[in-house]
């Protein structure tokens, strides 16, 4: 089957920034799932996935300002049938001053059980994150093993998606961490590039309640560009 990539963008708030760096810099499919919850909007993606017969599907969220180059980058190596899901690499968050947090979203080695005590992870129950240094200093062409597949461009076959629907936590939360969770277990390996960073907007290490959509508007999903669907109404 042909690379024949959709962009599916969790959207549960207006940055317009990020949106238009998506609209700008990747030209293929894109599904808007807007004003959504967390528990939803990956129940919404499950669905569309079932009901679509794309090539590969890309999970982002609304937070992200994606290059040409980073974009470029992860639908190249995601095309690339040796690795199983590759995807977008962030800072963890911007500090008060603009400048990017010292640690990336990226983190090797083993995610851990998380204590059952709770509905979800917490931050100290993930692995360490390595640092921003750490990964500008990697060599330029270094494909990397990672754990977390952090919905930065995340992209994988239709068939991976249909074995691992995307699920949150009890707590309705952390589909990125319930997802890796899943693959890792099972053997399945998640990769990143140097070139495939993506800036997070997010401020400090809460979540960002910016222009907030949910609850607050209809929730819908928007279509960009459909090329073709099983379903009618999609093309």
């Known amino acids: 089957m042909a690379f024949d990539p959709v ?6 708030r207006q940055i317009d920034e990020s949106l238009n760096s998506l609209k700008e ?4 499919p894109k599904v808007w799932f807007r004003a959504f919850t967390e528990s939803q909007v990956v129940a919404e993606m ?3 996935i079932r009901e679509t017969d794309y090539s590969h599907y890309i999970v982002m969220g609304d937070d992200g300002v994606v290059s040409k180059k980073a974009a470029d980058t992860i639908l190249k190596y995601g095309e690339m049938k040796e690795y199983e899901v590759f995807t977008g ?3 963890m968050h911007l500090e008060k001053d603009g400048s990017y947090s010292k640690e990336s979203t990226i983190c090797l080695g083993w995610i851990p059980e998380w204590d059952q005590r709770y509905d979800g992870p917490e931050r100290n129950e993930y692995p360490p994150w390595q640092p921003m240094s750490w990964v500008n ?17 995340t992209i994988a076959e239709r068939e991976l998606f249909l074995k691992f629907p995307l699920q949150t936590h009890k707590n309705k939360r952390a589909s990125d961490h319930h997802l890796s969770y899943r ?3 099972a053997g399945v390996k998640v990769y990143t590039h ?4 993506v800036k997070h907007l997010r401020q400090g290490w809460t979540p960002w309640k910016h222009n907030w959509l949910v609850g607050n508007v209809k929730s819908e999903i928007r ?3 459909m090329k073709w669907s099983k379903r009618e109404n999609y093309v």
């Open 137 to 153: 200093n990697l060599p330029p062409d270094q494909v990397i093993r990672i754990a977390m597949a952090n919905f930065a461009m």
């Open 89 to 91: 690499w962030m800072n």
């Open 223 to 225: 279509y960009e560009n």
């Open 25 to 28: 810099n990747i030209d293929i």
């Open 194 to 197: 140097p070139d495939a960073f």
């Open 183 to 185: 693959l890792q277990r």
């Open 7 to 12: 962009l599916m963008i969790m959207q549960p």
């Open 46 to 48: 499950n669905k569309f």
